[in-house]
Every structure is written in structure tokens, then in C-alpha cells.
């Protein structure tokens, strides 16, 4: 009995073993707050003076926001490689630290707290909106400089400047813009279905309010719902019930792709406004279900493919992945943060948190020495200039909120099975 | 009448859920939290089925019954078995460690993406007041056809009268000279295997993910407890009523309270009826 049972348990410790080794899907890290390092370098204890300098990458490596990962990822490594490359900062090696959030508020807490207080990384990036709002005291608190590439949450639009910045687009502009989408295609009856979470609710508060109040459109019914249902059926029959041109869908690609998909074995047809956390290959080929032709509209961040920064990185993220960048997946988004928290370091001079976030804004904003690339930053800063990063996602000029100062938009449609930039998107300003 | 169709939906997948999981606790006298991952188990194991090998669903659910069902009579062997003379609260925690190692396992195993079945069972019939799809008819008649199965395996089969009789009373059983060590096998199988089926039908209402188990355990939990977790067909009826109140619910308050509701039925429920709904009954049907 005693024999029987002590294999059990080894075989127990054996497949515990199995498990927290294994990872499924190329991703290293833990389970929830979990971290774990990349980037080849080994850990070393603490932030002091010695040893690599540890930044953290608090992100969605499960959940929801999980199909943003490999390519967020490989974003930040090419940053880091970049960094390292042309000998790191203040002769220090850039490790990358990954916090898994797990997508949701509580676990962005947990990473974050991990991350600080075990890890003792002295910066962060990789945030998505709830973890940032649900950080953002402690950011404060804490002084770590953190840059959210993908933070659309309307609660950072005037919440940042000091220990927090936002290098992508508000869902106040991604409400207001798929606003303007029902208005331009003549909609004046539009349902509302909304993930209760903060990437989802953000948006749509600004597109029904825009909707209503500025283009006199009618909300003829606006269902909440909780992530992690096994369906959404009566959700789905509520919102078709009440006939609208249109449906106004905010949610992760989780949620999200059970409702579409539920919609088309109901048969019901109708034209599809998304916020931008639906712009995942997921939901582009989704089964059984057709989004093609502009059924689906979405408005995402754009990037500025003309410029010598995106050049740079497009062709080293197509030599790592295989695709071109996707304004849809952060990823270049995700490469600018680390650039511009290690040019940031090296200005500063140090890696103290009030230090370096005081550096922020002004290797963004200028005026200075015009680069594209960590190296030229580095050189201009050692040689005593000023520098203006025109970063591989955007010029990232910043206001005093932290905010892009001019975001420029791209409208997203399914385009043979993938989502694509159609065009670009010059916001109404008449509809603030 | 809408709701009443979604209701009874979602309460038929819980109800064959929570049917084996209460088996399981009257014939082997424990709660066995890792009945949960047995519909991961089941969700991954038919997305494989069907989209990488391309097996007809019915096929694929059929098949996975069977790998699942075998899965629970392996894992009951080698990990229940061996503490089960150290007592029920000792094979709970067994069974909290092992869903924690079948969670591991899946991720490595089948990957932490969510994956979704193709789109089945599209078309739509509607009538005066209400609609139902293809796919809402499949999933309660194949839940009722489990259930008429299963109730005539219970009693029209020997092996069923032995179940129904170790569950009322085990060392009776024994002392009678039913082969208790058979019955426990058979009742791992069906048990596991109608979690696997209930795993297929939700991912292929839904989606496939490796939180499935422990999203589902609660509520699968919730059932059995309603139902007076002593009684088969009380889980069966209690799965039933909590799908039809979740979704009856949504047509007063906003469907993001379904869960509060279910939950508060629950209580209100033991507050007056601590064993249960149907567990007086079921006493009286044995004696």
C-alpha cells in the first residue's frame, strides 16, 4: 500500500514537473503573475549598480488578449536585441523580465507587484488597459516608468505624463471613430454589445455617447456580458431582436468569437462595428463565419510606413516572423517602448525611476537630433545633443498627458481571411 | 420562451456534467474536483477530432466518450485508488491536486490557445414567439438521449442495479457480493465519459480552452449540491433548473447577474432545504 501509494505521488511530482516546464505554445513564462526572463541573459538578484538592468514585460501571455503575444514579443526582442547590440545601457545589458497577466485586472496586480518587488525590474512595458488602471496608483507610487503600447482605456487620456505613457491611439478615438463609421454608412439604429472589462467598455462609451448626443443615432438596445461565459446565446438573440442596421461589438477575441459565431448559426446577418481588441487573426479566420467585404469595420493606430524607423524594424520582424508588422498587434508598438525606455536611461544617465521619466518626453517630443534607431540615439545623447525619437509605430510625439499628440488611423476590413488597412482615417474633430 | 430554449441548453450540458460528478461522490464517497478537466479534456480531445483529423462531430464525441471515459478509470486506479482507505476528505484533496496536474498537462499537451470548433449546426427554425437552431436541438436531445441511456442502464442492466445499490449503500453491497470493485470502474467510465461528451458540447457552442475545467467545476458543483448530492436524477433535474433560471433571469436583470443568480438560488435553496432539492426523495427510493 505504502509502495502503491508512493508511486502515485512520484508520478504526481513527475507530470507537476512536466507541467511547469512544458509551455504549449513557445511561451516561457509561469502561471499567474508568474515571470520568468528572456533575452539570454542570466538573472542576477536585485536593480543595483551590477548585472544586467531588468525591465519588465507585463502582458497578456494568456486570456484574452493571448493572440497578441508572439507578435508583442517579438517586437520587444528585436528592441532589446537592438539595444544590446550597440552595447546596451550605461554599459549594461537590457534583460527582458515577462509577467504573465493573465488579461485580466487582478492578474496585471499580481504581475505587477512580482515584478517590482521580486524581480525588481525599473521599468515596465507591455501593459494593456486594465492592467494599467488597475496599476496606476501603484506605478506612481512605485516611480516605474512604464509605456503602454496598447492601452486604448479612455481613463489614461488625461491620467499620464509623469510615470505613464501611452504610445498608441485612445478608445476615445476608437469610439468616436467607429462613430463615424455608422454615420458615414448612414446607420441610425445601432445595438450595442459590450464586454464588461475595461478595453472593451472604454470605447464604447465614447461611441455611444458619441453616436447619440453628436449624430442624433439611436442605441436600440446595449447588452453587457461577462468574459468567460461558455455561450452568449440570449445575449446575441436580445441584440438581433431589436432589428438594428448595425451592431457595435466590443470584446475580446474569446468572447468575441463565440458571439460571431453563435450570430452565423443563428443566421442573422448584419454589419459589424469592432473595437480594435478584435483585430486578431483569430476573429480575421474565425470558423463558419464570413466578415469579409466590409462587413466588419474596425479603426486601429496606424503606422507611418514611410518612415526610416519602420523600415528598419519591418524587415527584421519579417526576418523573426515571417509576416509584416501589424498596427492591429502592436508589435511595432511593443519595439518602441524599450527603445525609448533605454534612450530615456541613457540621457538620464541613471536607471532611478523619477530620473529617467523625467527624460521621457523630451527624447519624444524634441527639439533635438531627429533618429530612428537606438544607436543613433545613444551616440547623439554621448556627444551631448538633445535627441527627437521618431519611433518604427509613429512619430510618438507626446502631450502633456502622456498621449500621443496626433495619432493617425487606419480603418481595418477582412481581407481574404486577414485583417488589412484599407485605408486611412482622418478623425472628424467636429464630433469630440 | 426564447430563454426557456437557452435555459434548457446550457442546464442539459450542466446536468450530464454534473450527473457523472455526482455518481462519482455516491458510489466512491468524495468530491472529485478534477471532474471539471475531464470536460477540458473532452473539448480539446473533439476540436482535434474534427478539425485535424476531420471525423463527422456525432463521430468525434462518440470517440471521445470512450478516450475520456477510459482516462477516468486509469487516473482512478493509480491516484484514487491508493488513498482511498485514508478517507473522502484525503481523495478531495487528491482530486484538487490532481485537476492542478491535468491543468499542467493540458497546457503542455494541448497549448494554451483558445481554439473553436468549425461552425455547426447552422440553420434556424423559427416559430410564433421563439427559434431554435440545429444546433440547440442536437445538444438537448443528445442530453436527453444520454439521460434516457443512462436511466436504463441503472435499471435494466445488472451492472446498473449493482451502481444503484453501492450507491445507496457500499458495505451492503459488498457484504451482498456485488462485485464493488467493478461497479467502481464502470461508474468512473460513464461518469468521465459523459463529462467528455458535456465538454464537447460546449466547445462547440462556445470555445475550447484550458480554463474550461475550472470554470465549469463551480457550477458543475452547484448542481450537485441543488440537486442533493446523493441523487442521480435530483443533479439531473437541479443541472436542468439552473441552466432554465440563469437564462430566465436575463429576461429581468441584465444577463451579466446570471451566475449571481444561480448562485443565489443555491443558497435560498439550503437555507430551506439544506440536503438538497431532491434528496428526500431519493431516500425514500431506496428504502
Same mark, same amino acid.
Given at each position: ?37 528572456? !533575452?539570454?541573459? *542570466? ?11 531588468? *525591465? ?63 524581480? !525588481? ?68 439604429? *445601432? ?18 455617447? *458619441? ?19 461558455? !455561450? ?79 523600415? !528598419? ?120 | &420562451? ?15 456534467? #454534473? ?18 478537466? &475531464?470536460? %477540458? ?39 484514487? /485508488? ?5 478517507? #473522502?476528505? #484525503? ?44 444546433? /440547440? ?5 443528445? #442530453?436527453?438521449?444520454? %439521460? ?8 435494466? %442492466? ?7 445499490? %453501492?450507491?445507496?449503500?457500499? /458495505? ?11 461497479? @467502481? ?25 484550458? /480554463? ?18 446523493? @441523487? ?56
Amino acid at each position: 500500500m505504502r509502495a502503491r501509494l508512493r508511486r502515485v505521488v512520484i508520478l504526481m511530482v513527475i507530470a507537476l514537473l512536466v507541467a511547469a516546464c512544458g509551455d504549449g505554445e513557445g511561451t516561457d513564462t509561469t502561471g499567474a503573475g508568474g515571470t520568468s526572463t528572456t !533575452s539570454g541573459s *542570466v538573472t542576477t538578484a536585485g536593480g543595483g549598480e551590477e548585472g544586467p538592468i531588468k *525591465v519588465g514585460f507585463m502582458i497578456g501571455v494568456t486570456g484574452d488578449y493571448a493572440p497578441y503575444y508572439p507578435p508583442s514579443e517579438a517586437g520587444a526582442l528585436i528592441a532589446i536585441e537592438e539595444i544590446n547590440a550597440a552595447g546596451g545601457v550605461l554599459g549594461r545589458e537590457f534583460e527582458l523580465v515577462i509577467g504573465d497577466n493573465l488579461s485580466t485586472a487582478e492578474g496585471a496586480v499580481q504581475a505587477f507587484n512580482k515584478l517590482v518587488d521580486v524581480d !525588481s525590474v525599473v521599468a515596465i512595458g507591455g501593459v494593456e488597459s486594465d492592467g494599467a488602471v488597475a496599476n496606476l496608483q501603484s506605478i506612481k507610487d512605485r516611480q516605474i516608468p512604464t509605456i503602454c503600447p496598447a492601452c486604448g482605456t479612455d481613463k489614461l487620456d488625461e491620467a499620464g505624463g509623469d510615470y505613464i505613457w501611452r504610445i498608441t491611439g485612445s478608445d476615445s478615438d476608437g469610439g468616436l471613430i467607429a462613430a463615424q463609421f455608422a454615420r458615414d454608412s448612414g446607420y441610425t439604429r *445601432v445595438a450595442m454589445l459590450v464586454q464588461n472589462t475595461e478595453g472593451a467598455a472604454g470605447p464604447a462609451l465614447v461611441f455611444k455617447a *458619441v453616436f447619440t448626443e453628436m449624430i442624433g443615432g439611436e442605441v436600440v438596445v446595449d447588452v453587457r456580458f461577462e468574459p468567460g461565459q461558455a !455561450s452568449y446565446q440570449a445575449q446575441v438573440d436580445e441584440v438581433f431582436a431589436a432589428e438594428p442596421e448595425a451592431v457595435y461589438l466590443a470584446a475580446g477575441f474569446e468572447s468575441g468569437g463565440i458571439i460571431l459565431q453563435e450570430a452565423a448559426r443563428r443566421g442573422v446577418e448584419t454589419n459589424w462595428l469592432f473595437s480594435p481588441d478584435l483585430i486578431v487573426p483569430e476573429i480575421a479566420g474565425l470558423p463558419g463565419v464570413d466578415l469579409s467585404g466590409g462587413v466588419a469595420r474596425a479603426a486601429i493606430a496606424a503606422y507611418d510606413t514611410s518612415s526610416p524607423a519602420y523600415e !528598419s524594424y519591418a524587415a527584421r520582424y519579417e526576418e523573426m516572423t515571417g509576416d509584416a508588422p501589424s498596427s492591429g498587434l502592436y508589435d511595432a508598438n511593443q519595439y518602441d517602448q524599450y527603445i525609448i525606455l533605454a534612450l530615456a536611461m541613457a540621457a538620464a544617465g541613471t536607471t532611478d525611476g523619477p530620473a529617467v521619466a523625467a527624460e521621457i518626453a523630451g527624447i519624444l517630443n524634441g527639439p533635438g537630433t531627429v533618429v530612428y534607431t537606438y544607436a543613433d540615439g545613444l551616440a547623439a545623447i554621448e556627444a551631448g545633443e538633445d535627441i527627437d525619437y521618431h519611433g518604427a509605430s509613429s512619430g510618438l510625439d507626446v502631450n502633456e498627458f502622456g498621449n500621443l499628440a496626433s495619432p493617425v488611423f487606419g480603418e481595418q476590413n477582412i481581407v481574404n481571411g486577414a485583417w488589412t488597412q484599407v485605408a486611412e482615417v482622418a478623425l472628424d474633430e467636429s464630433l469630440r | &420562451m426564447q430563454n426557456i430554449i437557452f435555459g434548457l441548453v446550457s442546464g442539459s450540458i450542466l446536468a450530464l456534467a #454534473a450527473v457523472g460528478f455526482s455518481m462519482i461522490r455516491q458510489t466512491e464517497g468524495f468530491i472529485n474536483i478534477a471532474h471539471g478537466q &475531464m470536460l %477540458t479534456v473532452g473539448a480539446f480531445l473533439g476540436f482535434i477530432f474534427v478539425n485535424s483529423l476531420g471525423l463527422n462531430v456525432f463521430v468525434a464525441g462518440l470517440v471521445v466518450m470512450i478516450a475520456v471515459g477510459l482516462l477516468g478509470v486509469v487516473l482512478a486506479l493509480i491516484v484514487f /485508488e491508493p488513498v482511498s482507505a485514508n478517507g #473522502a476528505l #484525503a481523495q478531495l484533496f487528491t482530486s484538487i491536486g490532481l485537476a492542478y496536474v491535468m491543468y499542467g498537462l493540458i497546457r503542455v499537451v494541448f497549448g494554451a490557445k483558445v481554439q473553436f470548433y468549425p461552425n455547426l449546426f447552422g440553420r434556424r427554425f423559427d416559430f410564433t414567439n421563439f427559434n431554435v437552431t440545429v444546433g /440547440e436541438l442536437v445538444i438537448v436531445g443528445l #442530453a436527453g438521449a444520454s %439521460t434516457v441511456g443512462l436511466h436504463l442502464f441503472l435499471t435494466r %442492466t445488472r451492472l446498473g442495479t449493482w451502481i444503484r445499490a %453501492t450507491a445507496s449503500n457500499p /458495505e451492503l453491497a459488498r457484504l451482498r457480493g456485488i462485485p464493488v470493485r467493478r461497479v @467502481s470502474i464502470s461508474v468512473w467510465f460513464v461518469a468521465s465519459a459523459l463529462a467528455g461528451l458535456a465538454g464537447v458540447m460546449l466547445g462547440v457552442i462556445g470555445n475550447v480552452n484550458s /480554463e474550461l475545467g475550472w470554470t465549469q467545476i463551480l457550477m458543475i458543483l452547484a448542481a450537485a449540491v441543488l440537486g442533493g448530492l446523493g @441523487s442521480i436524477y435530483g443533479v439531473l433535474a437541479a443541472g436542468l433548473l439552473l441552466g432554465l433560471v440563469m437564462d430566465l433571469s436575463a429576461m429581468i436583470i441584465p444577463s451579466t447577474w446570471r451566475l449571481v443568480v444561480a448562485f443565489v438560488v443555491l443558497v435560498l435553496v439550503l437555507v430551506f432545504r439544506p440536503r438538497g432539492l431532491f434528496a428526500k426523495a431519493e431516500r425514500k427510493e431506496a428504502a
